[in-house]
């Protein structure tokens, strides 16, 4: 059987990935989830993984060394898919020295034990990977509308979390070069479904949406993102890992860019769509909600990934088109509103206590 040791499970991509990795492959791999449990880790979004006997959940910080060699040593680890990082620009741009010692220490000691525990005297041990999952903000800001970013556009990061994601891709990137240690980068798009944390765009303008509350548009709206359905993120991380070219980086996206103001535009009549006439919040669900507020500091105005070698060489490609993807997402939050109660109440922060004293 193989292990996975992923890293940031209890966060919103990282519990994607697991639940589409327990569909995929059942009871045949093992996958031990270490999470320092975070504003943005939460392990309600693992509930209906928690009880597997193939699930192990570890309460630990990358950052420390000790913490993560003891796991290293406790169990033969196949496969590393780090996920774990400090993920939203408006904190980094508040609050940058936890983003450096997550994403740039945090991944260095990730590589540090990896690298210590497969390491043999000729190289390491056959089959062992370790997956970098990284950002399309590493590449900065495209200005012209014909331009993408390719795997070999420069490197030129612009917020305090794209500096750190940038530098912690530089350190594994020299892992490669310099011990040949086995790893792969990948740098995605905005991604978007359930279990995010509702101070990312689409989750805040659903949340809002359906509670009436004002709308905030940075700017004048017109940034552009290129959106990915989480699901088909997570099934480009394992195909990566499983048939890409170790040392290679892959961009993933989605061909799917949209200008924010469009993906409001598209909440607002999807929501509108969704909610039966006999439903009281159907009344206040339409654009009067928009509200125009400051910029953000060095707001990045477009991204938008080629994701032809993905394609060429793992055959991989986008699935989910933007028109499902967010009626599933928008139907997933209808249905889990406690989530979002808990969330925004902070109240899913006690359970781990409640879960696990
Ligand atoms: P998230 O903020 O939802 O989750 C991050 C997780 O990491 C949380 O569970 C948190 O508790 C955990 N964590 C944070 N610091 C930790 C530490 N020191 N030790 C252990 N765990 C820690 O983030 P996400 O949106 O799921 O992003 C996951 C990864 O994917 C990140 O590396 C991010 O840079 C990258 N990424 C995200 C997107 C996106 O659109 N969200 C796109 C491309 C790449
Ligand atoms: O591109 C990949 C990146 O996408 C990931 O690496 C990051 O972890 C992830 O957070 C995301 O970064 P963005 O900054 O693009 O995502 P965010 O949801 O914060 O913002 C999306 C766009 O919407 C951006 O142009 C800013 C704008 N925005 C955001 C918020 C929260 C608003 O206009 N209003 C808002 O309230």
Redesign the pocket.
């Known amino acids: 059987m193989r292990t996975y040791l992923v890293?940031?499970?209890?966060?919103?991509?990282?519990s994607n990935y697991i639940q589409y990795m327990f569909q995929k492959y059942h009871n045949d791999i093992h996958i031990i989830n270490?999470?320092?449990?975070?504003y943005?880790?939460n392990l309600e979004n693992l509930k209906d993984v928690a009880n597997r006997e193939n699930y192990t959940f570890i309460k630990?910080?990358?950052?420390d060394r000790e913490a993560i060699s003891a796991i290293f040593a406790k169990y033969d680890i196949d496969r590393v898919v780090h996920?774990?990082?400090?993920?939203?620009v408006d904190r980094s741009i508040k609050n940058p020295e936890v983003f450096v010692q997550?994403n740039v220490l945090?991944t260095l000691v990730m590589l540090n034990c990896a690298k210590a525990a497969w390491e043999t005297e000729d190289g390491f041990q056959a089959g062992k990977k370790f997956l970098h999952?990284?950002?399309?903000e590493v590449y900065g800001s495209l200005e012209k509308e014909d331009e993408y970013f390719y795997e070999t556009t420069p490197y030129d990061p612009h917020s305090p979390y794209s500096a750190s994601?940038a530098s912690s891709d530089m350190i594994v990137k020299s892992y490669i070069d310099t011990f040949k240690f086995p790893a792969n980068i990948t740098n995605?798009?905005?991604?978007y479904g359930p279990y995010?944390?509702p101070e990312?765009l689409i989750p805040l303008i659903i949340n809002n949406t359906l509670q009436g509350k004002k709308l905030p548009v940075y700017g004048d709206g017109k940034n552009v993102r290129d959106w990915l359905y989480v699901e088909d993120h997570a099934k480009a991380i394992d195909m990566v890992q499983e048939l890409g070219t170790i040392g290679q980086t892959y961009n993933i996206g989605g061909h799917n860019e949209k200008q924010n103001i469009e993906i409001i535009h598209i909440i607002i009549d999807t929501i509108h769509d969704m909610l039966s006439d006999s439903d009281p919040r159907k009344a206040h669900v339409n654009t009067d909600l928009i509200t125009y507020v400051a910029d953000r500091k060095g707001h990045d105005r477009r991204y938008a990934i080629a994701p032809d070698k993905i394609k060429a060489e793992i055959g991989w490609q986008p699935e989910t088109m933007f028109a499902e993807g967010i009626r599933k997402t928008i139907k997933w939050y209808f249905e889990h509103e406690d989530w979002m109660k808990n969330v925004t109440s902070g109240d899913y922060q006690k359970y781990y206590e409640e879960m696990y004293r």
């Open positions: 890293t940031g499970g209890a966060g919103f991509i990282g270490i999470d320092a449990l975070t943005a880790g630990a910080d990358i950052c996920f774990a990082a400090e993920s939203h997550t945090g999952v990284s950002t399309d994601k995605c798009s905005n991604n995010q944390f990312k």
